[in-house]
């Protein structure tokens, strides 16, 4: 390539990138943005949608929203052909295609404040959930289900127990953590398998009281 066509080729290019505004500056006003693509399904606040099998997302640590958003884009949830809510999500995860978004918008998000969900379920024994916590969950989740970051487990206490519920299913279930590159998913897989429904309706009850 001569000097002359190279030269050329940099003016064309950087008048590209000028008509286009470049590439977005990364950051709390640009997860801003893109969380205008999340608020049909999680809401204007973040609080979630049961109907739609949304969650509520506002608060979350970001740690863990990016670590689901990107379990989403490569296929490590939403691979089960019934899980149509995870197919969805991450159907949609794929707009999040420049560099820097999923940062974005899960540091957007876990700035937002919680929006207190309601428990929806009723039954469910919270004394026997308690020692089946205690003896399956708190090692990860804590003993507060405040999470740990470092075992890759989120808060659960004032999360949807509708949603809690659901995700202990798809896990027990295979919905979730069967993916060969879900690592610790498989390790949540391993922790629900043998739970029965009463023994997760009763755990969700519990996990309720640590409000």
Known sequence: MSNTVRRLSVVLLAGTLA????????GIARGKELFDTCVPCHGEAGG?????GAPGIAG???WYIEAQ?????AGHRGYQAFDTVGIRMKTMSWSLD???????VAEYVAGMAGVRQAPVLTGGDPAAGAETWGTVCAACHGPDAAG?????APPLAGHADWYVLNQ???FRDGWRGTHSGDGWGAVMRTNTIHL???AIANVVAYIQTLR
């Open 196 to 198: 029965d429904d009463a």
């Open 148 to 152: 740990n970051e470092v075992l890759h």
């Open 98 to 104: 420049l560099e820097g978004d999923i940062a974005s």
């Open 19 to 26: 008509a286009c505004g470049g590439a977005p500056e990364q």
């Open 168 to 170: 202990l299913r798809k």
């Open 60 to 62: 979350l640590p970001q």
């Open 48 to 52: 979630g949608n049961q109907a739609l």
């Open 69 to 73: 958003l990107a379990g989403f884009q």
